[in-house]
């Protein structure tokens, strides 16, 4: 009989799912890793006109349309004065098939990725999906990646370390320093950063900083994604970019993988890419007012909460039942634990939702933590 892949089988189906299965229809969703604004109507025009044209009918080139490519490199150059080649550039489904071409191609069996922990739940996955060793590290007390502690971690087997900046689950952004330092470990130990960079414009405070900008090596990849920055995570579009040998590889994966990533959202992701800012701009203010609201809230409540400068997730320290209290109560949020094993003591809430409902959410936070403590 045909038995499932030991690699299958060392993985399972996120544990935030459940979360949301275990509220109520009427409960206020702070679980959320999406942001709650529209798709911008010039990016969904862009993809109706595509389709009815015919333009999106067959396949694109392997790495996505030119004009795609050099929009996202234009957007490095305008937002992050990156130079980024076109020609360096695969579209992917995502940012998710981003980060699996980069473990994919630079991971051999056996071989070690560090990452975050609490950190973004694929990072353990995809590596036990390519036969690698998940080496999560702990956080700062401010829930940043010390890039002292990935050095620690290097050894000889360390394929790659990941570096997450803006991130999930914890809001935290990385300061320019350790940007530097990480893409320094990158050059000197001679191992991989693959650069998770899908909340690169959601940031508050500071300017975003990405270690391809100062790393000497082609030591670094960089994923992005239209998913946050124009609240696109149905279209699935995403992109991972670094040297032409890397890409190389990763698009022998991607190429037997997808062919390419959807035509549709290929034609949305270059007109949100090159089309007006106001959106984004209008969004980052919301969640930068919600960010503040959220922190006020918590603080009021008793609960510790390291400050978060980007994204949309806070996580504050949590007394032991309180998400279930939370959710019993109608609110959701996902327990810090999903997302590592020091992610215990910790709950992710998302403000990607109305002011209105934060405030009512935030009333409810205040009791259920009167009640558990
Ligand atoms: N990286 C991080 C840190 C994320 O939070 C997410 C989605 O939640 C992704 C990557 C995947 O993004 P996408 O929806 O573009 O696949």
Request: net charge negative.
């Amino acid at each position: 009989m045909t038995e499932f892949a030991a690699r299958v089988e060392g993985i399972s189906i996120s544990g935030i799912r459940e979360v949301f299965e275990a509220a109520g229809e009427d409960a206020i969703n702070l679980g959320l890793g999406q942001p709650d604004f529209p798709t911008p109507d010039h990016a969904r025009s862009a993809a109706v006109e595509a389709i009815q044209s015919g333009k999106a009918d067959a396949y694109t080139s392997n790495k996505g349309t030119e004009s795609l490519r050099e929009a996202i490199s234009t957007a490095y150059d305008r937002d992050h004065g990156i130079d980024v080649d076109p020609g360096n550039v695969i579209a992917t489904t995502g940012g998710s098939e981003a980060l699996h071409l980069a473990v994919e191609a630079h991971v051999d069996p056996g071989q070690e990725v560090i990452f975050p922990d609490p950190g973004f739940v694929s990072y353990d996955a995809l590596t036990r999906l390519a036969d690698g060793v998940p080496t999560p590290v702990p956080l700062r007390e401010d829930l940043t990646l010390d890039p002292a502690t990935v050095e620690e971690a290097i050894t000889e087997d360390t394929a790659a370390f990941v570096v997450n900046s803006p991130a999930n689950p914890t809001g935290a952004v990385q300061s320019e320093a350790d940007i530097r330092e990480f893409a320094r470990i990158a050059d000197e130990h001679d191992v991989l950063c693959i650069s998770d960079e899908v909340y690169e414009h959601i940031v508050f405070e500071g300017e975003h900083h990405s270690p391809i900008e100062y790393a000497e090596s082609d030591n670094v990849v960089v994923v992005g994604a239209c998913s946050k920055t124009y609240s696109m995570t149905g279209w699935r579009l995403g992109w991972v970019t670094g040297s032409n040998r890397r890409v190389e590889r990763m698009l022998r994966v991607h190429q037997y993988m997808q062919a390419c990533a959807s035509a549709p959202a290929q034609y949305a992701a270059e007109a949100a890419l090159t089309g007006p800012r106001e959106p984004v701009e209008e969004m980052v203010t919301a969640f930068e007012e919600r960010r503040d609201v959220v922190l006020d809230g918590l603080e009021d409540a008793g609960l510790e909460v390291p400050r978060p400068s980007g994204a949309f997730y806070v996580m504050p320290k949590v007394p032991d039942g309180w998400v279930d209290e939370l959710i019993d109560s109608g609110v959701v949020a996902v327990p810090g634990d999903a997302f590592g094993a020091n992610g215990a003591g910790y709950a992710r809430l998302s403000y990607a939702t109305g002011m209105e409902e934060l405030k009512e959410a935030l009333e409810i936070i205040g009791d259920v933590t009167a009640r558990v403590q």
